[in-house]
């Protein structure tokens, strides 16, 4: 059974940092990409960054460019997501999920946790 559980969410100041885990078991874990998504209270469905099976290639949506830093260790089955300067609109619950694919981020997830909640807030 695929699991992913996602972890490191709360409260934060405006400006200031969290760093996202998921821990990814009942699956080959290096052999899919894996993807973060994160949907702001009312709002809908928002991707927010992918990286290939490897940890060679890693994908970002443009608000999140040069704030955000995905990676992961396969040894350890665990996906990261650094979350530097953060804003208000990032107040969100953030998932993660699997890719179908070993690098085409774009075929969707077919598999997802049940999210941590971030709040930024002073």
């Known amino acids: 059974e695929v699991q992913l559980v996602e972890s490191g969410g709360g409260l934060v100041q405006p400006g200031g940092s969290l760093r996202l885990s998921c821990a990814a078991s009942?699956?080959?874990?290096?052999?899919?990409?894996m993807s973060w998504v994160r949907q702001a209270p009312g709002k809908g469905l928002e991707w927010v960054s992918a990286i290939s099976w490897n940890g060679g290639s890693t994908y970002y949506a443009e608000s999140m460019k040069g704030r955000f830093t995905i990676s992961r260790d396969n040894a350890k089955n665990t996906l990261y997501l650094q979350m530097n300067s953060l804003k208000s609109e990032d107040t969100a619950v953030y998932y993660c999920a699997k890719v179908p694919h070993r690098w085409k981020y774009y075929y969707g997830m077919d598999y997802w946790g049940k999210g941590t909640l971030v709040t930024v807030s002073s």
């Open positions: 009942g699956f080959t874990f290096d052999d899919y990409a």
